[in-house]
């Protein structure tokens, strides 16, 4: 009488909102490449063959946002009309302005430099540095935003991910890996995936109680030619058989057809598939988007540490689930409030865990920035199929490097 089911979904990387996270995460990236102080916060709508670039940007170095947006449409696999958008013909509008005098003050008031100054240079997308701009030394960093951010791990699955939001991310990123190697030539770049598990009394997975799979494909394929394909190259590959039944619903492409997609089929815009880009809705959420925005804002940085503490102490085994929540204000650069919550499932006094986790992490945002080593370009790679749980791709909020401090201090 106590199960209970839970749903997670994801999607691929041509979903029109994720085509939006990597052009902004993609600049990001190019800003950092070349000047690892850059303050930037980009986000992307995209929809009919156009793409809107806006937001702040304060850097040393003059970058071509166009191209840069080009080059992220065809990676993804959008190089015709068809299939939804064209990186070379597509309309890439741009409105970029440099970070606000009155943000940039807040975050840099710990410096011993004043807030930068840009002047805009040839398109309004391009910012230099005045020459004789003061500059100085950084000593501490306040937040660059203010709001409260949430960190999730559970022992369910070896990457301590929820399992219906692992096994829906993995199905997303099998439907884009058949694709890009051709070995379904018939997919286009749009698709989603959903997972329904039912769980016992206790918390513990049972079985699956339904797949959804949409995958955009070429107008011309039957519906049975696509389920029969996803079946076999996408479900049978991912699920494990321990967690089908009988009664397991499969839907693939249940309108019947998906051959309209990508940003010709629905807009796209960045931030707006912040419960797959986290734990599909199993832990809470700030609200707070990640793509786009630098390590100085805590939307981002701060939601990436609290999955570093989260995770390590489940990996410690100090508990089966927990999840650490941060608070900000901007300007200021320690948190307001620093919360572990472990759903009772603490194989130790929760209160010894919060001195432990004192004692080993330190939030403050230059600390974290340094930690996690959120100065160097990795961003692009988060901006597809989470945020976490991705231990392959050498993200350091995924490390559990502090198990041992966690068992030993104190």
Known sequence: MNEYLVTSESVTEGHPDKLCDQISDGILDRYL???????????????????MIAGQVSARVVLDVTEIARQVIRDIGYDDEIKGLDYQTCLVLTNINHQSADIARGVDQFTNREPALYVPSGSGCRWVRKEGEASGQIKDLGAGDQGIMYGYASNETANYLPITMDLASKLARRLGEIRKTGQV???????????TMKYDENERPLAITSIVISAQHRDGVELAAVKNAI???IIK????????????????????RFVIGGPMGDTGLTGRKIMVDTYGGVGKHGGGAFSGKDPTKVDRTGAYMARYVAKNIVAAGLADRCEVSLAYAIGLPEPEAVRINTFDTEHIDRAVIESRVRDSFSFSVINMIKTLKLKRPQFL???????????????????????EALLNNG
């Open 33 to 51: 490449e070349q000047d690892p102080e850059a303050r930037v916060a980009v986000e992307v709508m995209a929809s009919k063959n156009t793409i």
């Open 185 to 195: 030539e018939w997919l286009y770049p749009d698709g989603k995936t959903q997972v």
């Open 231 to 233: 079946l076999r190259e």
């Open 237 to 256: 590959p991912v699920i494990d058989d321990q967690w089908l039944t009988p009664s397991t619903s499969i839907h693939i492409n249940p309108t019947g």
């Open 381 to 403: 790679k988060t901006a597809a199929y989470g945020h976490f749980g991705r231990e392959d791709q050498g993200f350091a909020w995924e490390e559990t490097n502090q198990m």
